[in-house]
């Protein structure tokens, strides 16, 4: 069956691969602020600030299949260093805005839907350097258990939880060989993620096949989390 799923963001990294993979066999809606990265494919595109704006329901069909939130940040500072507003910007990034929408469309959300956030490998595994970052995303893993199961059996919440992937916002961190070396070598699997890799396990969580999963922290972070190799 051809599914209606929404993304909040799909123009950049991790959301327009997950794009590639959806929009051959469903009907796909993208709220972004920019259409770069979708020139030729069909989905349908909804203008969209997450920090700042409301979404426009009017062109969403009545029932939704999937939702996905992909909007977030990197913000890696020691603590000393990170200012009141930039935990404030990155809870509102990644935590605030993301339940501002699903408000917005918690009731289109159809019989067996199901619903996709991102966390970090940092909420479960204590990193330097991570602590708004970690704030942000572990305030994701809580809702999302919640919300899973307050809306059970109708809906499914997962989450999936990275550790660093290559894509634009991860730009600075692997802005060189050298740099992308050194994270690599720190995963057991020798390399860092690839946005195919976190879209993949989004893609199935959306699907049937995972019918039987939900308030559930999926880590695919090359070994990050559970696997001390040093």
Not at 44 to 64: G, Q, Y
Not at 105 to 120: L, Q, R
Not at 125 to 133: A, E, I, Q, R
Request: negative net charge; aromatic residues 6%; charged residues 20%.
């Amino acid at each position: 069956m051809s599914k209606n799923i929404l993304l909040i963001g799909g123009s950049h990294g991790i959301g327009q691969a997950l794009v590639q993979l959806l929009h051959e066999n469903h009907n796909v809606f993208v709220a972004s602020r920019t259409t770069e990265g979708l020139d030729g494919i069909n989905v349908t595109h909804i203008p969209f600030d997450a920090t700042s704006d409301d979404l426009d329901t009017t062109t969403l069909p009545d029932e939704l299949h999937g939702f996905v939130y992909c909007p977030g940040s990197i913000n890696l500072k020691p603590f000393k260093m990170m200012s009141l507003d930039t935990f404030e910007q990155d809870m509102q990034l990644n935590f605030f805005s993301m339940v501002r929408v699903v408000k917005t469309i918690i009731g289109k959300m159809a019989e067996a839907s199901s619903m996709v956030f991102f966390s970090t490998v940092a909420v479960g595994t204590g990193m330097p350097f991570h602590t708004s970052v970690a704030a942000a995303k572990g305030a994701i893993e809580g809702f999302a258990k919640s919300m899973a199961a307050e809306y059970a059996p109708k809906i499914r919440v997962n989450v999936v939880a990275p550790s660093l992937v290559d894509t634009p916002l991860a730009g600075r961190l692997l802005s060189n060989d050298k740099k992308v070396e050194m994270m690599s070598q720190r995963h057991p699997l020798k390399r860092v993620g690839k946005p195919e890799d976190i879209a993949n396990i989004a893609a199935f969580l959306l699907k049937d096949d995972s019918s039987w999963m939900t308030g559930q922290i999926v880590g695919v972070d090359g070994g990050m989390s559970t696997l001390n190799i040093s």
